[in-house]
């Protein structure tokens, strides 16, 4: 400015150095403040989300009802807290009465058409037991949250004496920790082995004044039944000692009366057992009304089954006592191998660098790099050049003042740029990237490894690591990036005579270098689980199955033995031949392996010893993927995806709207549209069907979709195998029995004394018209079985 106005006075490098100075005092803080505006707004928005979510009216409480009834002791709050031991007795306390419900209409969703229940009424006195029986849908999972007090009532008043309620679930869930932690709690308290004990040998109960069972049995075998029914529920079972109300609810309808013709029906045999203990029984119709509402001794004989009549108990899991004392006292705690994973981590290596430099491409590292070095030298020799104007005097202002503009333009642009190649190439693709090689790893991973790791570990490593991949870890790069190179341009500075700011530099460096570090954590991570996660695809596999394999179904087991990674056997020398077609039952007690035979033929665990081959293939020549792909698998647990009913019933996009209507509508849910409850297990029937008919062509009505293809059934109860062609019997990992059903029940074998326990429930008749219908040769006369309803 001064050469400009003809002054003949010169700047100094110190002037000049001390203008730039003042400049960079008041920019500095400015650039600050701009870069935590974006970070102030974002937070902002938390806090206002925070804050509407704490100020969101709370739930109302379903059991108030419309006519705003108080439900007596239901309100949990420091004002009303010892209410209960003032407040005046009503009617129903007097005479007991623990659950009252009162014309009670129930929505599953606030638009949803039909409704749930329509018109409930009935009372539970204190400590007694109410068996819930109804068809798959009609409401008893809705009538067990309502109770509760999770759903809401459309009209009608629900009143509960107590707000000590338990819930227990179909679907069982349990603490990632050892079992009797989860049976226990995670306080360090001391245990009462006494009653501990006597939990552990009736089911693990806690002590509620209401306990809401819902269809807890299903899963379990008749044996295993009867015990937990004696030991739980009867007049010498702990609720009975306890006095606790107990609502249970169970899949197995009352049959009408209409329908009651001894000839061609069978007892059910469980119903019978509990209708035995329970005080009180309600029976729903498929449209959520009360069809039936009696004692438990007056509904037994309406427990029966019509001749044919299909279901899909096959659930298996738990164990059995012998086993428990080992699993409950076993030292693998899955939050201590997480600490040691946790300090593992924090070994530094020079390979996670490699690791990341070859996850972002060489290319985008040298163009990192070099937009980093040529912003550091934008940067840094404006000062240098400085330093030569001054030299100057006042002589060539226009040149030393356009290259000295032209540096600054050149370091804006190239800070663009820089900003560029970081969050709008590098970080994407490595995120993309990384994200890949995660779910490549967790897919290709076996069953074994997520039944031994910690789910939340799986989880952190695509939610808050992959946030750091996308937020922290560029930040942080870019930082190291321009101060390392900002260090190598101090050398320049050190030459002109500025050495004063190397330490400076130096200093933000090694900031800089540390957050990285911090944020390279995740590479690491990363890394290690993509190296350490196992993988169940081998080489060698056929990646695709053979065209149209299984073609005939033909299923030889030689030898099979399986053991777990813990070294617990399973299975011992299991050897069957399936015939293509053929129907095959299997059936034991729970914990005998049967649904480790299933998981064997679907490769999600591979045999110690022993083969399967299925149509002349051997299973483990072709990739685990390929063989899901050509078998079709109905879970016992259902699982729906995020998404449309199209979508769930067809994942693969190869069936029309036409062929996923017609499979709905076979297994009785398209008027149902929106599943609720146990329809979802209907929806994975469907599902099964059209894979089915994508593969085969056009099905038949449900009982008829699968007919020519052989079929391998688990199953707990044996009136859904006893029609099969021939049934397998597992006894703790062996094969202890395989014959025909006639077969079976003609000799004193395991299978027949399971039959035998349904004789001591009652006379029944165990599908008599089948055994009619069999072939003279092979027909059996069982004379403790021929008894009528």
């Not at 012998?322 to 201590?336: F, G, H, L, Q, R």
């Not at 911090?518 to 890394?527: D, W």
């Not at 034991?588 to 045999?607: D, V």
């Not at 001591?760 to 059996?780: D, T």
């Amino acid at each position: 400015m001064r050469s400009k106005h003809g002054s003949e006075a010169t700047t100094n490098y110190g002037e000049s150095i001390t203008a730039l100075s003042i400049i960079t005092l008041v920019t500095t803080p400015a650039e600050k403040l701009l870069a935590v505006l974006p970070q102030l707004a974002a937070a902002t928005s938390c806090f206002q989300r925070i804050h509407e979510y704490i100020t969101s009216d709370p739930v109302k409480d379903g059991r108030l009802g419309h006519n705003k009834a108080l439900m007596l002791n239901s309100a949990i709050s420091p004002a009303n807290a010892d209410e209960k031991e003032f407040a005046p007795r009503t009617d129903d306390e007097e005479q007991g009465v623990a659950i009252k419900l009162d014309n009670v209409t129930v929505l599953p969703s606030p638009k949803a058409i039909p409704v749930a229940l329509k018109n409930v009424s009935f009372k539970v006195t204190r400590g007694n037991l109410l068996a819930v029986t109804g068809s798959v849908g009609s409401g008893k999972t809705t009538l067990l949250k309502t109770i509760l007090g999770e759903l809401g009532c459309q009209s009608g008043t629900v009143c509960v004496q107590s707000k000590r309620i338990s819930l227990y679930s179909q679907d069982p869930w349990l603490l990632n920790t050892k079992i009797k932690k989860s049976i226990t709690g995670l306080a360090n308290h001391q245990v009462y082995e006494k009653w501990y004990e006597a939990v552990i040998r009736s089911c693990c109960l806690d002590r509620q004044d209401i306990a809401l069972l819902d269809d807890i049995l299903s899963a379990l075998d008749m044996q295993t039944r009867e015990m937990i029914i004696a030991r739980l529920l009867s007049d010498d079972g702990i609720f009975r000692q306890l006095g606790t109300t107990v609502v249970l609810t169970t899949h197995n309808p009352l049959l009408p009366t209409s329908m009651l013709c001894p000839r061609f029906l069978t007892l059910d045999i469980f119903l019978a057992q509990l209708l035995k203990v329970a005080d009180s029984v309600i029976s729903l119709s498929a449209d959520g009304q009360v069809e039936l509402q009696t004692t438990g001794r007056d509904a037994i004989p309406y427990a029966a089954i019509p001749h044919g009549r299909e279901d899909t108990d096959a659930r298996e899991g738990g164990l059995n006592e012998k086993t428990w004392d080992k699993a409950a006292d076993s030292s693998d705690d899955p939050v201590n191998e997480v600490k040691d994973e946790d300090r593992a981590r924090q070994i530094g290596d020079l390979s996670v660098y490699y690791y990341y430099a070859r996850i972002v491409g060489p290319f985008l590292c040298t163009m990192f790099l070099l937009a980093h070095a040529f912003l550091a030298f934008a940067e840094n020799f404006p000062r240098v050049w400085l330093s030569k104007w001054t030299e100057a005097g006042g002589g060539q202002l226009s040149l030393y003042l356009s290259v000295y503009i032209t540096l600054a333009l050149a370091a804006s642009m190239l800070v663009l740029g820089c900003i560029w190649i970081i969050f709008l190439e590098l970080m994407p693709k490595s995120a993309i990237r990384l994200h890949w090689r995660l779910l490549n790893a967790v897919i290709r991973a076996p069953l074994s490894f997520f039944s031994t790791t910690d789910s939340g570990m799986t989880l952190n490593r695509f939610s808050q690591d992959m946030t750091l991949v996308d937020l922290a870890l560029p930040i942080s790069l870019m930082s190291l990036g321009q101060s390392f190179f900002e260090c190598i341009a101090t050398v320049g500075l050190i030459a002109t005579g500025s050495a004063y700011m190397a330490l400076a530099l130096l200093s933000l460096f090694i900031t800089s270098w540390t957050t990285f570090e911090t944020s390279l954590g995740v590479i690491a991570r990363v890394k290690s689980f993509v190296e350490t996660t196992p993988s169940e695809f081998r080489d060698g596999e056929i990646p695709e199955s053979p065209v149209s394999w299984p073609e005939e179904g033909a299923i030889h087991i030689q030898g099979l033995s399986l053991s777990y990674p813990n070294g617990t056997p399973v299975l011992h020398d299991i050897s069957i031949c399936i015939e293509p077609g053929e129907r095959i039952g299997i059936c034991g007690r729970t914990g005998s392996g049967k649904s480790s035979l299933i998981l064997s033929l679907l490769r999600l665990i591979n045999p110690s010893h022993g083969s399967i081959t299925i149509d002349g293939i051997n299973i483990e020549s072709i990739s685990p993927s390929a063989i899901r792909e050509a078998l079709i698998t109905v879970p016992q647990d259902p699982f729906t995806f995020l998404g449309t009913m199209r979508y769930n019933a067809d994942i693969m996009g190869a069936s029309n709207d036409e062929e996923i209507i017609s499979a709905l509508k076979q297994v009785g849910i398209w008027e149902a549209i929106e599943s609720r409850g146990g329809e979802q297990h209907l929806f994975c029937l469907a599902r099964a069907i059209l894979k089915k008919r994508t593969r085969q062509g056009e099905c038949q009505v449900l009982k008829d979709a699968f007919e020519g293809c052989t079929v391998v059934s688990v199953a707990h109860r044996l009136d859904t195998i006893i029609n099969f062609d021939r049934i397998a019997v597992l006894d703790a990992g062996h094969l202890v029995e395989f014959d025909t059903p006639q077969r079976h029940l003609a000799k004193d074998g395991l299978f027949c004394r399971m039959a035998s326990a349904f004789k001591e429930q009652g006379p029944i008749q165990l599908y008599w018209g089948y055994l009619c219908k069999a072939k003279q040769s092979l027909y059996v006369s069982v004379p403790d079985f021929s008894g009528q309803i």
